[in-house]
Structure formats: structure tokens, C-alpha cells
């Protein structure tokens, strides 16, 4: 006799992406507002530490409601720690870069971590990369120097943006951190159900933000809006980035993932076009194409680490 299956049925596909497209929209809204809230003098701390204290309590509601517990397997609570202090890093990272550089750009290079995802599991013994992998990196990488327009960066000595190479490095670092969390969700912290494992990393970035703000190291990072416009933007990533997550927390047993994840790398494409609209920021157009080939380069790389 057949054991009925407890995962709940799947979306229908077409229902699964446009849902999966418009929470890639909502995370690009959600860089969009921060970099207005940070524009008007919000500090980076303060936004991260709104986004996830928010976002914890919604999660936390759901999980009392569905009465989940929260002990932790055996040997997974430092991994879940470092987990946490991890994605603290790329949420700061990512944040930074937002209030530096063009916010597409960001993401653009914020998304790389894909591929330093499957470097680092063959750099920690897993699987080498296959000769496809290694072309899509490629393509990735070429796509970026045209995104970021190095060759005009390194003419002008970055007299045109003097954060550039910062904001660059940061999401760069934001996409390292965050490779690194997903080895560590995937290797360490398999036995520790998705729920929990959600709920505990909110409450340590938001305890590390806590922490970071109370203890000076960034003096400006909880400085709040200085108009109402910024007011309005720190809410507005706040509940953009909490409805996102909330809604993929609560739907993701049933948007098969595996197959359909790629769709979230609409984000970029999402970004530039809120970008272009509401802040003025333009790309060039090799910049555009540079811009294209990075985001075919991680669908496909993507699509290939899901086959």
C-alpha cells in the first residue's frame, strides 16, 4: 500500500515563474528604495537592522503559528552562527555597494555567486567543474568587465566615481559571503529544517547589526532619514524585502525550486529598468550587453547546476 506524500502539490509552472519573477522584482524594488533611504542620509546599519528585525518577527509569527520547533540538530550551532554572521556580511556588503554604485551594477556583481559557489565546492573537494561550467564563468566574467566598463574605469584613474572600486569590492565581497553560506546551508546544515534555519539567521543579522551599531565601529550606520522621502523609502524596503522573503519562505515547497530558481535572475534586469526610472541611472550600451551576457551567463550556469 502506497504512504500518501505530506509535501504539498507544486504551483503549476506558469504560476511558480510569474510568482518567482515577481519576487525578483520586489528584491530589485527593495535595492532601489535603500539606495534612496541612503541618499537621504539613512545609515546602512539602521536599514539592515529595520529589514531583518521586521522580517524576523513576520517569520517568527508564521513558524508560532504552524507550531515548529526551533531546538537545532547536534552539532550544527556554530555552523548555524557562522551562517548567520555570514549572510550579516553579505547583507552589509550588498548595502554598501547599493549606496555607492549604480544599484544594477551591484547586482550585477552581487550575483556572481553562483559561480564562486562551484569553485569554492571544488576548492573544499567536491565536484570539478565541467567544461560547460567553465565556459558559462567565462562568459560571466567577460560580461562583467563590459557591465562595470573597466577599461574607461582604469583611463580615468575613477575620477569620475571615487567609490567605484569600493562599491565594487563590496558586492564582490557580499557575492563571496554569500557563496560561502550557501556551501556551509548545503554541506553543514542539511539536518536543520528550512524554517528554522531562516528564522535563526534573521535573528543573528539583526542581532549583529544590533551590535555593529551599538558598538560605534560605523558611526554613520544608524543615522536616520533626514526627509520624510526617506522615511518613506526605509519603509518601503522594509516591507518590500519582508513581503519577498516571507512569501518565498512560506511558498517555496511548492515552486520547485531545482527547476525554476533561474527565474529569480530577473533581479538584475528588474533593477536596472527601476534604476533608469526612478534614480537616473543610465549604462552605456556595452554596458547593457555586458549587463545581458552576465545574467544568460548565471541562468545557464544555474540551470546547469539544477540538471
Request: charged share 5%; glycine share 10%.
Amino acid at each position: 500500500m502506497a504512504v500518501p506524500s505530506s509535501a504539498p502539490p507544486l504551483f503549476p509552472r506558469q504560476l511558480a515563474i510569474a510568482l518567482l519573477a515577481l519576487l525578483a522584482c520586489s528584491f530589485a524594488g527593495n535595492h532601489i528604495a535603500a539606495r534612496i533611504a541612503f541618499d537621504d542620509g539613512t545609515g546602512v546599519l539602521l536599514a539592515i537592522l529595520c529589514r531583518s528585525g521586521i522580517t524576523f518577527l513576520v517569520l517568527a509569527g508564521v513558524l508560532l503559528w504552524q507550531r515548529q520547533a526551533l531546538a537545532l540538530p547536534a552539532g550544527t550551532r556554530r555552523w548555524q552562527l557562522l551562517l548567520g554572521l555570514l549572510i550579516a556580511t553579505q547583507s552589509l556588503c550588498l548595502y554598501s555597494a547599493v549606496a555607492r554604485i549604480p544599484v544594477a551594477l551591484a547586482l550585477l556583481v552581487g550575483n556572481t555567486f553562483p559561480m564562486l559557489l562551484a569553485l569554492l565546492t571544488w576548492a573544499l573537494g567536491g565536484a570539478r567543474p565541467t567544461g560547460r561550467t567553465v565556459l558559462f564563468m567565462g562568459l560571466i566574467l567577460c560580461g562583467l568587465v563590459l557591465a562595470l566598463d573597466v577599461p574607461a574605469r582604469l583611463a580615468d584613474s575613477g575620477a569620475g566615481n571615487p567609490h567605484w572600486a569600493l562599491g565594487v569590492s563590496l558586492a564582490f565581497g557580499a557575492a563571496c559571503a554569500f557563496a560561502c553560506a550557501l556551501w556551509i546551508t548545503d554541506h553543514k546544515l542539511p539536518s536543520v529544517q528550512g524554517p528554522v534555519r531562516s528564522l535563526l539567521t534573521l535573528l543573528i543579522v539583526f542581532s549583529s547589526m544590533l551590535l555593529a551599531g551599538a558598538s560605534g565601529v560605523m558611526p554613520a550606520g544608524l543615522s536616520l532619514p533626514g526627509s520624510s522621502s526617506g522615511w518613506v523609502a526605509l519603509a518601503s524596503l522594509v516591507l518590500l524585502y519582508g513581503l519577498a522573503f516571507s512569501l518565498l519562505f512560506v511558498c517555496v515547497p511548492r515552486l520547485n525550486m531545482a527547476q525554476n530558481a533561474p527565474v529569480m535572475n530577473v533581479e538584475p534586469i528588474a533593477t536596472l529598468l527601476l534604476g533608469w526610472a526612478l534614480l537616473d541611472q543610465q549604462l552605456g550600451p556595452l554596458q547593457l550587453l555586458g549587463g545581458a551576457v552576465v545574467v544568460c551567463g548565471i541562468v545557464l550556469l544555474t540551470y546547469r547546476r539544477a540538471n
